[in-house]
């Protein structure tokens, strides 16, 4: 049983090595990396979401043109790509097209809020381990962006 799981687990590449913009197909990213998590339209293209939380704490996309093609595969949990999350503007949807579908998701009815989070690195690989956390007011606009640091302080942005 141990070899069979270590073989599939084999079949699935964590990174998408070996994948090559404009030339592997859809079917090569699904190949490579598995069934994705989430797909969502987004412009012109299909978005294949890769998470690997909480322990990977990163969220690979596949980008995907209409042609089949593969325009670009990206980590997407990165502090430039939560700095574009601008809270009393960015909406709930574009959250979820920058990063993917969250690792959980809870309602708070009583503090009107849904909080998104994802496990992270600050500042890349290996760098400081973070709880991003997203909040959304009913009306799906972000109200607070925050940053959780295991043992240290805590950073809050907006």
């Given at each position: 049983m141990l070899?069979?799981?270590a073989?599939?687990?084999?079949?699935a590449?964590?990174?998408?090595?070996?994948?090559?913009?404009?030339?592997?197909?859809?079917?090569?990213?699904?190949?490579?990396?598995?069934?994705?998590?989430?797909?969502?339209?987004?412009?012109?293209?299909?978005w294949?979401?890769?998470?690997?939380?909480?322990?990977?704490?990163?969220?690979y996309?596949?980008?995907v043109?209409?042609?089949g093609?593969l325009?670009?595969?990206?980590?997407?949990?990165?502090?430039?790509?939560?700095?574009?999350?601008?809270?009393?503007?960015?909406?709930?949807?574009?959250v979820?097209?920058?990063?993917?579908?969250?690792?959980?998701?809870?309602?708070?009815?009583?503090?009107?809020?849904?909080?998104?989070?994802?496990?992270m690195?600050?500042?890349g690989d290996?760098?400081?381990?973070?709880?991003?956390?997203?909040?959304?007011?009913?009306d799906?606009?972000?109200r607070?962006?925050?940053?959780?640091?295991?043992?240290?302080?805590?950073?809050?942005?907006?």
């Amino acid at each position: 049983m141990l070899v069979a799981v270590a073989a599939a687990a084999g079949c699935a590449s964590f990174d998408g090595r070996g994948l090559v913009a404009g030339q592997s197909s859809a079917a090569d990213v699904e190949r490579v990396m598995g069934a994705p998590a989430d797909k969502r339209q987004v412009g012109g293209e299909t978005w294949y979401f890769y998470p690997r939380q909480p322990y990977g704490r990163v969220m690979y996309v596949a980008r995907v043109a209409a042609d089949g093609r593969l325009v670009a595969l990206e980590q997407r949990l990165t502090d430039a790509t939560v700095a574009k999350i601008i809270p009393n503007t960015t909406r709930a949807q574009e959250v979820r097209d920058l990063l993917g579908p969250p690792y959980t998701a809870v309602e708070f009815p009583r503090l009107e809020r849904d909080t998104w989070t994802w496990w992270m690195r600050r500042y890349g690989d290996p760098g400081i381990p973070v709880e991003l956390v997203v909040q959304m007011s009913p009306d799906g606009v972000v109200r607070e962006v925050y940053m959780l640091q295991q043992g240290r302080g805590n950073q809050k942005s907006g």
